[in-house]
């Protein structure tokens, strides 16, 4: 089925989402206040989510492997986190001052990532990973960034360059990608203080942070590349950059708002490395607006208001609020070692069922992952890194996302998915039934 008749099928079942779209589109630009959601002809409105389904406007119920973005490891409304938000909201909503749910997730966080020595909370993984670049500059006094080409860090300025346009016109050789803006307003002077480095090439990397070591305050990194395909680090990778950071004193951050739902420690218990500063997001607020940071104590005790010379204010009216910090300790107090064997058993027999499924078809593709993340990706070539990771049709993600809609299947409209805890061996084994159907009338 071609991808207009995908479309033809979706708008025939979402009749209400697409009014409530229209009157949207005349209080806000889009009609949405989340662009990563926005599809057109227009996105569907979600009524209500249990478990691991999720129903819309229409009453059309799906099995959501897109969990909000990974951040609901849980599944919707899991009755231990929505009694833990109850508890905590008939005492207030929010408040001038600290609560004990703060410290109590502190505590959570630090002892399972033993990297972090001292955190604070903000609101966001945006505000999560700003913060940490900002403290990397004032600890080493240095002014440059280095990134990943493809990484996502979310919309601050200095992290909103080269998240996508590998391979295109100003975008640099593979070996030495030069930073675009991903978005208009990035003021030209960011790119001057953004260095970015190619995925997986750890020759080309070091050559290139050893020429800007002196400058570079930090190394910001998603170990997983989980916005850009998952694209697995290969052996040896990370730890040559913690070795090349370590002898330059450059900090290295490991971006975990994703990659923490992947073990009890996050992927830096996963692949053995101890980076300087982590960030957090999603699944630490249960389901609410959350971001955290945190890592080696000298480092964070800029942010110790008790201590004289150079610091950095910390402002956030909703900053570590009670019930996003009770909800995010309640779906930690669930995330057992049992739990990540279970989910990790759920993400491997997916994996497994669509490698098996797209090996037996004639539709070019692979699945790549760890633990509990999946991506679909349609190509064959070898992926090593995200302009790999590009699709050989460029409309083959959309047509595959709309395929799975119909099918009463929800991922992310760029092949990126995740379990959770609420789902069964038959949910996956639903999905992986459900892409057949897709791929055979593609």
């Known amino acids: 089925?071609?991808?207009?008749?995908?479309?033809?099928?979706?708008?025939?079942?979402?009749?209400?989402?697409?009014?409530?779209?229209?009157?949207?589109?005349?209080?806000?630009?889009?009609?949405?206040?989340?662009?990563?959601?926005?599809?057109?002809?227009?996105?569907?409105?979600?009524?209500?989510?249990?478990?691991?389904?999720?129903?819309?406007?229409?009453?059309?119920?799906?099995?959501?492997?897109?969990?909000?973005?990974?951040?609901?490891?849980?599944?919707?409304?899991?009755?231990?986190?929505?009694?833990?938000v109850q508890q905590a909201a008939e005492n207030g909503l929010s408040f001038p001052g600290p609560t004990e749910y703060e410290v109590r997730l502190a505590e959570a966080l630090t002892r399972r990532v033993p990297s972090v020595q001292s955190i604070r909370f903000t609101n966001s993984g945006t505000e999560a990973t700003m913060n940490a670049v900002r403290l990397a500059r004032a600890f080493t006094g240095r002014a440059k960034i280095a990134k990943f080409e493809g990484a996502y860090h979310g919309t601050h300025d200095w992290v909103m360059v080269s998240v996508s346009g590998g391979d295109g016109k100003g975008t640099g050789s593979r070996k030495r990608p030069?930073?675009?803006?991903?978005?208009?307003?990035?003021?030209?002077?960011?790119?001057?203080?953004?260095?970015?480095?190619?995925?997986?090439?750890?020759?080309?990397?070091?050559?290139?942070?050893?020429?800007?070591?002196?400058?570079?305050?930090?190394?910001?990194?998603?170990?997983?590349?989980?916005?850009?395909?998952?694209?697995?680090?290969?052996?040896?990778?990370?730890a040559r950059l913690r070795e090349i950071t370590e002898r330059h004193n450059i900090v290295l951050i490991f971006d975990e708002v994703i990659s923490f739902r992947t073990a009890w420690g996050g992927a830096q218990e996963r692949f053995g490395i101890r980076p300087d500063l982590t960030t957090f997001g999603k699944i630490i607020g249960g389901g609410l607006p959350v971001g955290a940071f945190g890592g080696r104590r000298d480092i964070m005790d800029f942010y110790d208001p008790r201590k004289s010379g150079a610091r950095i204010s910390?402002?956030?009216?909703?900053?570590?609020?009670?019930?996003?910090?009770?909800?995010?300790?309640?779906?930690?107090?669930?995330?057992?070692?049992?739990?990540?064997?279970?989910?990790?058993?759920?993400?491997?027999?997916?994996?497994?069922?669509?490698?098996?499924?797209?090996?037996?078809?004639?539709?070019?593709?692979?699945?790549?992952?760890?633990?509990?993340?999946?991506?679909?990706?349609?190509?064959?070539?070898?992926?090593?890194?995200?302009?790999?990771?590009k699709p050989k049709e460029a409309d083959a993600p959309m047509r595959v996302f709309l395929g799975l809609l119909n099918e009463g299947i929800l991922t992310t409209q760029r092949g990126l998915g995740a379990c959770s805890l609420a789902m069964t061996d038959e949910d996956v084994d639903r999905f992986v039934n459900a892409l057949a159907r897709v791929n055979a009338r593609a």
């Open 1 to 84: 089925m071609s991808i207009d008749k995908e479309l033809s099928e979706y708008t025939a079942k979402t009749g209400r989402s697409r009014v409530l779209h229209e009157e949207a589109l005349a209080v806000m630009p889009g009609g949405n206040s989340r662009t990563t959601t926005f599809f057109d002809p227009y996105p569907f409105a979600i009524q209500r989510g249990q478990g691991a389904h999720v129903w819309d406007a229409d009453g059309v119920g799906r099995l959501d492997f897109n969990g909000n973005y990974t951040s609901l490891i849980l599944g919707h409304a899991p009755p231990d986190v929505v009694k833990a």
């Open 178 to 238: 030069k930073p675009v803006a991903w978005s208009s307003g990035v003021p030209p002077a960011v790119l001057k203080h953004v260095v970015v480095l190619p995925w997986n090439d750890a020759d080309a990397c070091a050559e290139i942070l050893e020429e800007e070591a002196t400058q570079l305050a930090c190394l910001i990194v998603d170990p997983m590349m989980s916005n850009a395909g998952l694209i697995p680090p290969v052996d040896g990778f990370l």
């Open 314 to 389: 910390h402002g956030g009216t909703f900053n570590a609020n009670p019930v996003t910090m009770a909800a995010g300790l309640a779906t930690l107090n669930a995330l057992t070692p049992e739990a990540y064997t279970r989910l990790d058993a759920l993400g491997e027999r997916l994996r497994g069922g669509v490698t098996r499924l797209l090996a037996g078809t004639r539709r070019k593709g692979q699945v790549t992952g760890l633990g509990s993340l999946f991506w679909l990706h349609w190509t064959s070539e070898p992926l090593t890194d995200y302009r790999s990771a």
